[in-house]
């Protein structure tokens, strides 16, 4: 049967799939980056990954259509060339042809939040739509924008950062350089930062017991904790501002909000569609952006990845 092959190259894990030519994932797996390493070696790894994943279903390997790889950092797609990565100290390596000379298949690297965006499209949340923008909650803000088919790259690999775009001049320091980036207050890591200063007030709160993250500031904002509330408030607010400002931009049939927290589901999601019907731009006007929850959670990654082919 033909089949292709999905990996998630992290800077703790490297993640793969095998899934049918729809993203059906037939089995996931995942061994150790094991950084720091060399290029040549991360590219040993994958293989190793690709070549048990693929005894373990009873497949051969030849009968792989393709392997596309999600990778860190920014990609030249037309020749699967990582530009720059910093975790994995990756400088102009030419990893699709570090793994085609190791597998003898084709190989297809995008950027990793690309590659879950191009996953959500084209088996999830935006399945259906001709253009969808994914924007990623978690320890930082990522996201991809596939238009009319394409992933928008720039001419640089470096497109989509919708983590880094101001929404506040002069505000908090951002680990890019700018100040103010609507990750410093629409991430994860903000969000928890977010809770943190507010509890310095109120040692009452229900947050001081128990680990902090983002579900369970959620979880006690909906079991009635007022600080708790408060917090969430503000963080759906910064959201608001934020998606409808990106939605301002490209106009997408679908703007899907990945990440864990999106399984917060309508507790996250109405709010954003509520502000945006009321001061997005195009209001009132014609067909308007539907915003949505992710679908493939997870898998995004290396669904999209094993569906990289299907970008040529
Ligand atoms: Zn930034």
């Known amino acids: 049967m033909r089949y292709c092959i999905g990996i998630d190259l992290g800077g703790t894990n490297i993640a793969g799939g095998l899934a049918d030519l729809e ?106 739509s001709r253009s969808m923008v994914m924007v990623t909650l978690g320890t930082g803000v990522g996201g991809g924008v596939v238009l009319d088919g394409h992933v928008l ?30 990750e410093q207050y629409g ?31 959620f979880d006690a904002a909906q079991a009635g904790d007022a600080v708790a509330r408060q917090v969430v408030d503000t963080y759906i607010g910064y959201l608001c501002v934020g998606v409808t400002s990106i939605i301002n931009i490209f106009q997408p049939e679908i703007l899907c909000i990945g990440g864990g927290i ?16 009321a001061h997005g731009y195009s209001r009132g006007t014609g067909p308007q952006t539907d915003i949505v929850a992710a679908r493939l959670f997870g898998d995004a990654g290396i669904i999209g990845a094993a569906l990289l082919g299907r970008t040529q």
């Open 23 to 128: 993203g059906r994932l037939l089995l996931t797996d995942s061994i150790p980056t094991g950084l720091p390493c060399t290029a040549d070696t991360i590219a040993d790894r994958i293989a190793m990954l690709c070549r048990a994943m693929v005894q373990k279903a009873g497949l051969e390997l030849k009968d792989a259509a393709w392997v596309g790889v999600g990778a860190p950092g920014s990609v030249d797609t037309a020749t699967g060339t990582v530009l720059y990565a910093n975790n994995l100290e990756f400088h102009n390596t030419p990893l699709a042809d570090l793994l085609t000379q190791r597998l003898g298949r084709p190989v297809f690297v995008d950027n990793d939040a690309n590659a879950a965006a191009w996953g959500e499209y084209c088996a999830g949340a935006g399945k259906g």
């Open 153 to 182: 790259t720039g001419c640089n690999g470096a497109a989509a950062e919708l983590g880094h775009f101001v929404i506040q001049q002069d505000g908090l320091e951002c680990n890019c350089g700018l100040r103010g980036c609507f």
């Open 187 to 217: 991430s994860v890591t903000a969000l928890i930062q977010q809770a943190r200063a507010a509890m310095a007030d109120h040692p009452e709160s229900a947050l001081w017991t128990g680990e902090l993250n983002g579900k369970r500031i």
């Open 262 to 277: 999106s399984r917060q589901g309508d507790v996250l999601i109405q709010p954003l569609r509520a502000y945006n019907a």
